[in-house]
């Protein structure tokens, strides 16, 4: 069973001015007039011993909320209800409940009643619906029992965000009790089946809890672990200490597979209690929780591990989740959407896609590509099965060998799958070709000749392009004048490299007169 226990009334009690008061010192009261603070340091590190215990219900009082919960603002802090830390720093209160003006029975007649405030109205407010959630839970599954640390995750699980932050905090612990959706998380857990939404599990020294749960990427994931931690060690009565008091250090940890990413608990800074909640390493609590606010649809890994040695030598631990679903499905995800190259004709590219499976089934990729480009864009298979949380390659390459030089290309690769959320993806090859690139160092040459002389000459052609540049020389009329002898009229040339080009002008007995030539370099 999970005790309930009110969080106390004395927030900023007592005065702030001098006044005739009793202090108990060494034992013995005595009467002094000296100023003191009021209860609580700035309304904080307030609740009594009996309430600070690690396996209880603490509950604090807020007002009600006659319109129904919409927002963390709605939910307003009582002015009396205690706030913690525990000493140690542990979230206290546990939860809020309503307990402003409330009607209750009275014990001054068999019939009487009367509106009364305090935590003390809010705390039955709390247990009267764990009752009712004890009595569900024997609709739902007949004589089997909660833990009462099941019980207590259930009720932080599914409380209503309250506070200025997100998270929890020492005013309002986990938030405003909703007793609905902690029954219909209960329903939801019968009707997905055992251990969807609720696990009780022995974790052994040593061991790790590990499981999977599903997202559909459209509701926030909240999962806690909470246990029934063995008795700490009480340390001499002192002001405020801060030694820990929990016994088994359990960790949880969420893992998304797509990048590893891992997702850790909130933590509170005692030091600071104005501060707003942030995520870490939770060292003094027997609960823990983690919220995801922005999903995937994806598989996610549970981990529930330990530090150090568990007292006893094994811990029962309590998960609840919310927000996740019972089926997901293939999940297709893929690393690239498009790819590029710009390649010389005779090489071949060999290239791959990773495509990963974020789903609990079996993915099936069926694979194409347009039969006009099937001559340079080559696939290694037309289909692809992934295993669950696993990864596969869509291996392709790129042959230009039967391409145009410069010139560019565009295909896809079109992914047809089985995941029936996700349309059939496209893949954008783009293919620009290389070629051979002729430059000459000269672009005309004039020459005048006395009669029987001879005049010689030359220039260069470099290669600036990326494959072998072969060319031919010769006159626009076709063949060269016979005064005009070029070596050599045809070659190759690597690229990067040049070759010089001779030229002979011999007048072989012309008449004297002008006489030109134009010749073409083909390549």
Known sequence: YLICKSAGNDRDEGTSFSSTHYVRINGVWVLQTATRSKDGN??????????????????????????GYSNPSGVVMSSFSCWGPADDGRIKPDIVANGVGLYSAVQTGDA???????????????????????????RLHGSTLLRSSTMKAIIL????????????????????MNTLKAAQLMTLDSIDGTDSHIR????????????????????????SVCWTDPAGTPVAPALDPTNIMLMNDIDLRITRPRDKNVYKPWILNPTSPTAAASTGDNIRDNTEQILISSTERSVYTVQIT??????????YVSFV?????????????????????????DSVVHDSMKVKNLGDSLLILKLSVPLV??????????SIAIASLDSGYIKFEIQPNSLNTWAEYNSTITIDHNDSINTPATVAINLNTLGSTANKSISQLSYGIDLGAIAEDSFYIWNTGHIPLTF?????????PNWLVIDPVDGSILPGESLKVRLTLNEVNLPRDNYYSTVVIEH
Request: aromatic share 6%.
């Open 42 to 67: 700035n309304g904080y590190d307030c609740i009594g011993d009996a309430g600070v215990a690690k396996n209880i219900l603490t509950v604090g009082a807020v007002n009600d909320i006659t319109s």
């Open 112 to 138: 009487a009643y009367a509106t009364m405030s305090g935590t003390s109205m809010a705390t039955p407010n709390a247990s009267g619906s764990i009752g009712l959630l004890l009595h569900h839970q024997q």
């Open 157 to 176: 699980n599914t409380a209503d965000e309250a506070g200025p932050n997100p998270g929890p905090d020492y005013m309002n612990g986990w938030g405003l």
């Open 200 to 223: 009780e599990r022995l974790l052994s020294q040593g061991d790790t809890i590990r499981f999977n749960i599903l997202s559909d990427g459209t509701a926030p994931i909240r999962a």
């Open 306 to 315: 330990h530090k150090g040695t568990l007292s006893g030598g094994s811990q």
């Open 321 to 345: 989740v919310s927000g996740n679903v019972k089926k997901l499905g293939p999940v297709f995800a893929s690393s690239g959407s498009s790819y590029g190259y710009t390649m010389i004709p």
């Open 373 to 382: 480009d099937q001559g340079w864009l080559v696939l290694d298979n037309d």
């Open 472 to 480: 031919s020389i010769a006159d626009t009329g076709k063949d060269l």
